[in-house]
């Protein structure tokens, strides 16, 4: 299916990246590599490592427990408070 669909050009870019393949990802990823279909996996490391993703987790940490100094610093040297 999806060889066919690379080589008409008819191709539609939610097919490996469906939520319905996640128990079977390892099978989709091998016939897309097999059919040399370009695919990423996007998987949560990507959204982790963005700086307002880790903005966010510190200042919840920080409202949820203030002698969490670790998260306090973060923000506090973080460009959106400007504080250094």
Known sequence: ??????????????????????????????????????????GNQGLYSREEVKLCINFLRAAANLSDSMSLYYLVSSEVYGLT
């Open 1 to 42: 299916m999806i060889k066919e669909k690379v080589s008409s050009g008819n191709l539609n870019t939610g097919i490996c990246d469906s939520g319905a393949f996640q128990l079977r990802r390892r099978r989709v990823f091998a016939v897309a590599e097999y059919a040399e279909y370009p695919w990423q996996f996007s």
